[in-house]
């Protein structure tokens, strides 16, 4: 990757022929080391959010070990970047091949169901097993999201116990998973998701060594600014006390947005500007689908490589780059007065699902991405997690091992506990 100290240097140096998505690998470093330091337990990345190699080499250079995976591409990705990771595939549906394959060629045992048909589909085409992680999925509530998630996936209340039931039986370990909804506002949220979970594992009348909060944490956003993280940390840890759950079960979560937005800016430059209109080289089939379908805030600034803008300021409507009328985002956004061809738009706070969504509709999608040094809008992390990534040497991150030691032996402590 090429490298500049600021987006507007990169503008300044060279033309933004194409969208650039401008990576922070420190930030993410920071991230990753604050959900370490401060989840009691395994912390998954949810690589849907974005595949990019660079955020999985730096989350691994950070000490993290464990991936959540929805697809055997994603699978494969993580294998070959993350010598010894634990891979967890956590989509509630997987063709037949990308299970043989997760389990038999890359070393998955790790797998996500949320129904009897997907746990026979497992079991044979893992010739029934004996060393597999099984994880029934939950239907829970997502009062409180930003973008609401229920529906498609999750046992609901009817067949959970007897699906848990059924999976503890050929389950080495067993675990429960759910998912509140993508940017969770309220930790409360959390507590009452586990409560009802804990009361259907009490109806099940099994056993659980795993207890999987999903994903949900959330990440600052104009006019979004969520409670402090540690708030959903407190509100996790207390719920799990009072689970009906094995003494030395697991807890898991499996951020995603919350561990990358912050780390990742994209520059996309006016190609016109017709009264009002500002037509640009990315939109909603590119970077920018959120934007447009999910209609998420996420702050502009504008960079011109020659000269100033004007402090005037009006409002205009932007346009994406394909022919598709549909490629429009929403509202009226704030803009200097005097914008004009070749001035480009920096979007903040789009490493979640930014590049990820990209596609190749009209031609368009090549996203180039540099590093950057300087810092994001606004962050959810400060103090120590900051402090203690500047504080580590070069090759302290990759050493970093503490969470695999910490699975290992928890592991070990359950099976004596089934032996005892």
Excluded at 81 to 106: L, N
Aim: charged residues 25%.
């Amino acid at each position: 990757m090429s490298r500049y100290h600021t987006p507007l240097d990169l503008v300044r140096s060279r033309p933004v022929e194409g969208p650039v998505a401008c990576a922070r690998p420190d930030r993410l470093a920071i991230a990753a080391t604050w959900f370490q330091d401060n989840f009691p337990g395994e912390v998954l990345y949810a690589v849907k959010a974005n595949p990019s190699p660079w955020v999985i080499d730096a989350l691994y250079a950070a000490g993290m070990r464990w991936f959540d995976a929805a697809s055997l591409p994603e699978v494969e990705l993580v294998r070959e970047r993350c010598p010894g990771a634990t891979i967890a595939y956590m989509h509630p549906v997987k063709s037949r091949h990308a299970i043989r394959r997760a389990y038999f060629d890359h070393g998955v045992k790790i797998f996500v169901l949320d129904c009897e048909a997907e746990l026979k589909k497992i079991l044979e085409e893992t010739q029934y097993a004996k060393d597999l992680t099984l994880v029934v999925r939950l239907a829970v509530s997502n009062e409180g999201s930003a973008l609401p998630l229920a529906g498609k996936f999750g046992a609901g209340e009817a067949e959970a116990p007897d699906l848990i039931r059924q999976a503890r039986a050929h389950a080495d370990e067993l675990g429960v998973s759910f998912h509140v909804g993508s940017q969770c506002m309220a930790p409360g949220t959390y507590r009452a998701a586990m409560a009802e979970v804990s009361r259907l594992i009490v109806q099940a009348g099994v056993t659980v060594d795993i207890v999987d909060v999903g994903g949900g944490f959330p990440s600052v956003y104009p006019g979004m600014r969520p409670p402090p993280l540690a708030d959903y940390i407190t509100a996790i840890k207390d719920a799990f006390e009072d689970m009906m759950v094995l003494e030395n079960a697991d807890l898991w979560c499996e951020p995603g947005r919350a561990l990358i937005a912050e780390s990742v800016s994209v520059l996309t430059r006016v190609e016109l500007v017709k009264g009002n209109q500002v037509h640009l080289n990315d939109g909603a089939y590119g970077c920018l689908y959120d934007m447009v379908y999910a209609k998420w805030p996420f702050p502009i600034r504008v960079h011109r490589a020659d000269g100033d803008l004007t402090e005037q300021s009006e409002e205009f409507k932007l346009y994406g780059p394909t022919c598709d009328s549909i490629d429009t985002m929403p509202g009226l956004h704030t803009l200097p007065a005097d914008l004009a061809e070749g001035d480009v738009l920096e979007i903040g706070m789009l490493g979640a699902y930014g590049t990820a969504m990209a596609t190749r509709f009209n031609g368009f999608g090549d996203v180039e991405t540099c590093q950057v040094d300087d810092y994001p809008w606004a962050s959810l992390y400060t103090g120590s997690a900051a402090e203690a990534v500047a504080a580590l040497p070069a090759t302290a991150a990759e050493e970093r091992v503490v969470p695999f030691a910490r699975a290992q032996r928890r592991r070990r402590n359950r099976l004596m506990k089934r032996r005892g």
